[in-house]
Nanobody, 121 residues
């Protein structure tokens, strides 16, 4: 059984930085895809970034501000978010599978509980 545990997040003023991390347990090896999604109140969940086989992919609106990195020994990813904007406020979710499925959330079978990121103006 794969479990994903998110840590980090919190509150910051606009222009500040935060990070969220996701640790996965239950995979048989470290060759898998870990992705971040987010959901703001009243909005659909959207993809943020994903990493598989050392390749990082970002949603267009996150490019240049967000950086995803991978700890292969721990099967974990960290998303560092810089120059945060109030519109980045959301619950951030970690998702995982053996392979990446783009940012198609329905294709990811494993999800964390989510962690709140709040950016004040």
């Amino acid at each position: 059984q794969v479990q994903l545990v998110e840590t980090g997040g919190g509150s910051v003023q606009a222009g500040g930085s935060l990070s969220v991390s996701c640790a996965a347990v239950g995979f048989n090896d470290n060759k898998n895809c870990l992705a971040w999604f987010r959901q703001a109140p009243g909005k659909a969940r959207e993809g943020v970034a994903r990493m598989n086989n050392g390749l990082a992919t970002y949603a267009d609106s996150m490019k240049g501000r967000f950086t995803i990195s991978r700890d292969y020994a721990k099967i974990a990813v960290t998303l560092v978010m810089n120059n945060l904007k109030p519109e980045d406020s959301a619950v951030y979710y970690c998702a995982a599978d053996k392979n990446c499925h783009g940012f198609t959330e329905q294709e990811y079978p494993y999800w964390g509980r989510g962690i709140q990121v709040t950016v004040s103006s």
